[in-house]
């Protein structure tokens, strides 16, 4: 757009058409970057927000996971143990 607007000016038609061009130019490329800016951060603070939510829980986590662990080992050893008495 900009190439077109010099090659205006070389031909004789005014610059002011080309700085009102220029400007909206620019102005539609700043509202489309900050709308991109804004999704971006706003992702990344979801992912900071959940990131917290499991560091917070952490201990309760591996509470859990331990205790299931437990539980599953002492199940499949019944249960190998069964098969074997067959």
Do not use: R
């Amino acid at each position: 757009m900009i190439i077109c607007n010099f090659c205006k000016i070389k031909s004789g038609h005014s610059i002011s058409p080309l700085m009102q061009n220029i400007f909206i130019a620019w102005f539609t490329f700043n509202i489309g970057f900050q709308i991109f800016d804004i999704k971006y951060v706003t992702e990344i603070l979801k992912d900071l927000e959940k990131n917290k939510i499991l560091l917070d829980n952490q201990e309760k986590i591996m509470k859990l996971y331990q205790k299931w662990k437990k539980e599953n080992d002492e199940n499949s050893k019944k249960l190998v143990k069964e098969f074997l008495d067959m």
